[in-house]
């Protein structure tokens, strides 16, 4: 860890916290208490986040100060996000989340080691920097982003590492949408296990 305050979780680099309405995956269509946590090292070139990569720009939080802004909006669903949230340890974060009675949902790309608990878990792996250890086994959804053709292979090689029960879903990356959205249509209709997932955030002009 190069930031040894950040150690144990008690205090997190919140690069920014706000209340909207979850546009991707299974979960669109939700309002939630957006947490995104600063650092990523996994580098995606078309990263919509990529003022977030550096925690170091970023306070170090007390979770008591980002839970108690998540109770002063009426919907109880967070998502943890990033950044890579997994970067740091989560387990003081959501046991606090869970003491107040909140939904956690964690967008991760499971490139680092596990830690907190969910109630739901979108796991969004990248060729770059895969994931590691058993985050597939606990995916409720694994959702991929299609950049370009070779991208649906890399959703079938991460398909067969989850459980029967995960959701999947496949994402055009946004600047390639008009180039890979009429192959994202014709791949699911002839793969039907798959959903499509679209940043419908992008759509409505919210975070
Ligand atoms: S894993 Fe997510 S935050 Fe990190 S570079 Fe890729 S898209 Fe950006």
Redesign the pocket.
């Known amino acids: 860890m190069k930031f040894p305050e950040l150690s144990d979780g008690a205090l997190l680099p919140l690069a920014e916290s706000f209340y909207t309405i979850q546009g991707e995956g299974f979960n669109t269509g939700k309002a939630a208490f957006f947490i995104r946590l600063g650092g990523?090292?996994?580098?995606?070139s078309?990263?919509?986040?990529?003022e977030?990569?550096n925690p170091s720009l970023y306070p170090p939080t007390p979770i008591e100060n980002i839970v108690n802004e998540a109770l002063s909006f009426k919907a109880k669903s967070i998502v943890i996000?990033?950044?890579?949230p997994l970067s740091y340890p989560l387990d003081k974060l959501c046991t606090l989340l869970k003491k107040n009675d909140l939904e956690i949902f964690l967008?991760t790309?499971g490139?680092h080691p596990y830690s907190g608990r969910f109630d739901w878990i979108c796991l969004?792996p990248?060729k770059?920097?895969p994931p590691i250890g058993n985050i597939h086994q606990m995916a409720s959804e694994l959702k991929v982003?299609i950049e370009q053709e070779d991208d649906f292979l890399w959703a079938e090689e991460n398909k067969k590492l989850v459980p029967a029960s995960c959701l999947l879903f496949l994402q055009p990356e946004w600047s390639k949408r008009d180039v890979m959205m009429p192959k994202i249509v014709e791949y699911i209709k002839s793969h039907p296990e798959w959903r499509v997932s679209l940043q419908t955030h992008k759509y409505m002009n919210i975070p």
Request: glycine letters at 12%.
């Open positions: 990523c090292d996994v580098g995606c078309w990263c919509d986040a990529k977030t990569w996000t990033g950044g890579e967008e790309s490139s969004s990248k770059k920097k982003i």
